[in-house]
C-alpha cells in the first residue's frame, strides 16, 4: 500500500509569486504555443490551507506541442483520468509544480475556474472546505491509493466540490474515464438498464473488461450530472472499436450521447486510431 503522509500548509503569500515565476518559464519554452495560464488548485486561494503543490493549468494551441516541457524539467505523467488533459509534473527546491494542460474549451479549466473562484468569494465555504481537508488528512487511511491511482484523500472530496459546483450553477458538458466510487454505479447502472436488461442478459460489473488495460471507461457529466457511458477497447496500436455508449433514460434526445462520441473521436485521434 502506498501511504505518503499528506500534510497541509498554513497559507502562503509567497504562492502566487510562485505561480508567477513558474507561469513565465513556461511562456518563455513555448512561445506562441500558449494561450492562457490560470493558477488552479488550493494553492490559489487565498486564506486556504494547502499541500504546497502549485497547480496549474496551461491552454496550448495543441497539446503535442506541450511536450517541449520536458527540456525545462518537467516530466510527462500523461492524461490520467481526464481525456485530452495531459499532466506533467517538476520538482524545485522551492515547491512541486502539477500543470494540467488543455486546449481551449475544454471542460477541466471551466471546472477548475468556477470552484476556485466560489472558495475566494465565499468564507463559508472555504472554511468548510479547509475543515474537510483537515479531517482526511488525520485519517491516515486516507494516504493510500485506490487502484494504484488516486490517494482516498483526492476520490473523498469529490462530493463536496460538486456540492459546490451545482450551488455556484456550473452545467459544462464534461468526459471523464471511471474512477470515482460514484462514477462506476452510475456506468453500470446505466449499461445495465439501457443496454443488458432490455435483451435479458445478465449484466456483470465484475467482468474482465472493467480492468483489463485495453478497455476504457467513461461517463459525461451535465455539470456534476452523469447522463452517458461509454465503452471504447482498443484492439492493437492504431484501430479501437467502440463497445457501447448509452445515455440514461431521463437525458434521451438531448445530444449528450452525440456529444460523448465526438469527445471519444477526438481522443482517439489524439493517439493515433481509427474506431472500426
Known amino acids: ?68 516541457l520536458t527540456e525545462i524539467g518537467y516530466i510527462f505523467k500523461g492524461e490520467l483520468n481526464i481525456p485530452l488533459r495531459t499532466f506533467f509534473s517538476k520538482n524545485s527546491d522551492i515547491s512541486k509544480v502539477n500543470l494540467h494542460v488543455v486546449e481551449q474549451g475544454h471542460h477541466f479549466l471551466a471546472l477548475n475556474l468556477c470552484f476556485r473562484n466560489t472558495l475566494c468569494t465565499n468564507d463559508s ?86 480492468s483489463d488495460a485495453n478497455h476504457h471507461h467513461f461517463v459525461c457529466m451535465h455539470g456534476t450530472k452523469i447522463v452517458s457511458v461509454a465503452h471504447v477497447e482498443f484492439l492493437n496500436n492504431h484501430e479501437a472499436a467502440l463497445r457501447s455508449l448509452a445515455t440514461d433514460e431521463p437525458f434521451k434526445c438531448k445530444g449528450y450521447g452525440r456529444h460523448l462520441m465526438k469527445l471519444l473521436e477526438r481522443w482517439l485521434t489524439h493517439h493515433d486510431r481509427t474506431v472500426l
Open 125 to 210: 465555504v472555504r472554511i468548510a472546505y479547509q475543515d474537510l481537508k483537515t479531517r482526511l488528512t488525520n485519517d491516515p487511511v486516507n494516504f493510500e491509493r485506490v487502484a494504484g491511482r488516486f490517494p482516498r484523500y483526492t476520490l473523498e472530496k469529490h462530493n463536496f466540490i460538486n456540492d459546490v459546483l451545482d450551488a455556484a450553477g456550473y452545467e459544462a458538458l464534461s468526459v471523464v474515464r471511471c474512477t470515482h466510487y460514484r462514477e462506476w454505479d452510475a456506468y453500470h447502472r446505466i449499461r445495465n438498464e439501457q443496454i443488458f436488461a432490455p435483451i435479458n442478459v445478465k449484466y456483470d460489473p465484475n467482468h474482465l473488461t472493467i
Open 1 to 68: 500500500m502506498n501511504r505518503k503522509p499528506i500534510i497541509l500548509h498554513a497559507y502562503n503569500s509567497i504562492w502566487p509569486e510562485l505561480f508567477i515565476a513558474e507561469a513565465e518559464l513556461i511562456r518563455n519554452a513555448l512561445a506562441d504555443h500558449v494561450i492562457d495560464l490560470h493558477h488552479i488548485g488550493s494553492t490559489s486561494v487565498p486564506g486556504l490551507a494547502a499541500k504546497e503543490d502549485i497547480d496549474i493549468c496551461l491552454v496550448s494551441d495543441d497539446l503535442k506541442n506541450s511536450l517541449a
